[in-house]
């Protein structure tokens, strides 16, 4: 980006578009929607709470590797969890 | 034996009735017989982009239930003599013509002609179902919008669920200067997210509406840019190696002088 463009371009419209269109089309290839994920990150933040300390704000769970047809590839769930402190369990 | 080639797009107004018309008007203009085909039954529309519309006398829910036949009904184009449309029946419904129907006719059109391209109707429907039955190939066209990249995506998948594997990918009405500002998806961009064969890029003309006014396919026009990028498509489908046009825009006076300070975005 040059001197003069500095001046025009406050985040381009098509990088939104862009990031838009890869979530809409890895739900619509999977079937999996927004508030499925949702439930899912619920879930899967109530299950780990019972091991460690997590800030549910800090959980980020996407799906890769969606592709149109299922035979191809497999489409992954990816969750990533920072933990804060490992609970003492069992002891 | 011929070759079925299906148009399709999923959404609708993105150019799929303007593509059958240049791409079949293209391969009659470089010496082959072409058949078109529409099957978009109740709203008819590609014997008005072709100038035919005062002809029409059958059509194609005629032929299948055989009420006439078919070289009855194929209507003889106003400028080259090995192009010919089957138009589309108005007062009827998508279901009219059965898959089934539809690749017998293909099949019978195959027989005669070199290639036979089909104006899928919008939609993911039975008549969508029933178009796409009798194909060997599809082409599938875009235009740079989230809704209709989306629509393609969605297309090629339910393509490939019926077996017509490696669509070809038309985007349709590109501005370069919107993609060089940055506001408009690029031809990449979509090529990431589709992953199909790129058959050709249409920029947004203005001449393709007034070919459209006259009934005239812009592909017969030298001077409109769509009509030379739909020149170039049909090349390609003959299998020749053409190169992808340059369709960067002038930037103008800022652009050169950015360009003179080694500013410019390339």
């Known amino acids: 980006m040059g001197f003069f463009n500095a001046f025009i371009s406050k985040g381009s419209s098509k990088d939104v578009a862009k990031d838009r269109l890869r979530t809409i089309l890895v739900h619509d290839r999977t079937n999996v929607y927004p508030q499925y994920m949702d439930m899912l990150k619920n879930?899967?933040?109530?299950?780990?709470?019972?091991?460690?300390?997590?800030?549910?704000?800090?959980?980020?769970?996407?799906?890769?590797?969606?592709?149109?047809?299922?035979?191809?590839?497999?489409?992954?769930?990816?969750?990533?969890?920072?933990?804060?402190?490992?609970?003492?369990?069992g002891k | 034996m011929g070759t079925v080639y299906v148009v399709t797009s999923g959404?609708?107004?993105?150019?799929?009735?303007?593509?059958?018309a240049n791409i079949g008007t293209g391969l009659a203009l470089a010496g082959n017989k072409v058949a078109l085909l529409d099957a978009d039954i109740g709203l008819r529309n590609l014997d008005v982009v072709m100038g035919l519309e005062n002809r029409i006398v059958y059509d194609i829910v005629d032929v299948v239930r055989g009420e006439c036949r078919l070289r009855q009904a194929l209507i003889k184009d106003k400028r080259f003599d090995s192009l010919f449309l089957l138009p589309a029946a108005q007062t009827k419904d998508k279901t009219a013509v059965k898959p089934e129907q539809m690749q017998k006719l293909c099949n019978?059109?195959?027989?005669?002609?070199?290639?036979?391209?089909?104006?899928?109707?919008?939609?993911?429907?039975?008549?969508?179902?029933?178009?796409?039955?009798?194909?060997?190939?599809?082409?599938?066209?875009?235009?740079?919008?989230?809704?209709?990249?989306?629509?393609?995506?969605?297309?090629?998948?339910?393509?490939?669920?019926?077996?017509?594997?490696?669509a070809y990918l038309i985007i349709n009405r590109i501005r370069m200067d919107?993609?060089?500002?940055?506001?408009?998806?690029?031809?990449?961009?979509?090529?990431?997210?589709?992953?199909?064969?790129?058959?050709?890029?249409?920029?947004?003309?203005e001449k393709i509406v007034i070919s459209t006014n006259r009934g005239e396919p812009a592909v017969t026009d030298d001077?409109?840019?769509?009509?030379?990028?739909?020149?170039?498509?049909?090349?390609?489908?003959?299998?020749?190696?053409?190169?992808?046009?340059?369709?960067?825009?002038?930037?103008?006076?800022?652009?050169?002088?950015?360009?003179?300070?080694?500013?410019?975005?390339?």
């Open chain 2, 178 to 205: 919107m993609v060089k500002r940055n506001d408009m998806l690029s031809i990449d961009d979509m090529l990431d997210f589709l992953a199909v064969t790129l058959l050709g890029v249409v920029p947004d003309d």
């Open chain 2, 108 to 166: 019978e059109l195959k027989e005669e002609f070199d290639f036979i391209i089909v104006d899928c109707p919008a939609g993911i429907e039975q008549g969508f179902k029933n178009a796409i039955s009798g194909a060997d190939r599809a082409i599938v066209v875009t235009t740079p919008e989230m809704s209709a990249v989306r629509d393609a995506d969605r297309i090629i998948g339910l393509l490939e669920a019926n077996d017509l594997r490696d």
């Open chain 2, 223 to 266: 001077k409109s840019m769509a009509g030379k990028a739909y020149k170039n498509i049909t090349r390609r489908l003959l299998g020749e190696d053409v190169p992808f046009m340059d369709l960067s825009v002038d930037d103008g006076f800022f652009g050169k002088l950015k360009r003179l300070f080694g500013m410019g975005a390339k």
């Open chain 1, 43 to 89: 879930d899967i933040v109530k299950a780990i709470s019972d091991y460690a300390e997590i800030d549910p704000q800090d959980v980020e769970i996407k799906i890769d590797n969606a592709s149109r047809s299922s035979n191809t590839s497999m489409p992954e769930l990816v969750a990533n969890v920072p933990i804060k402190r490992m609970k003492n369990i």
């Open chain 2, 11 to 20: 959404k609708g107004g993105v150019g799929k009735t303007t593509a059958t």
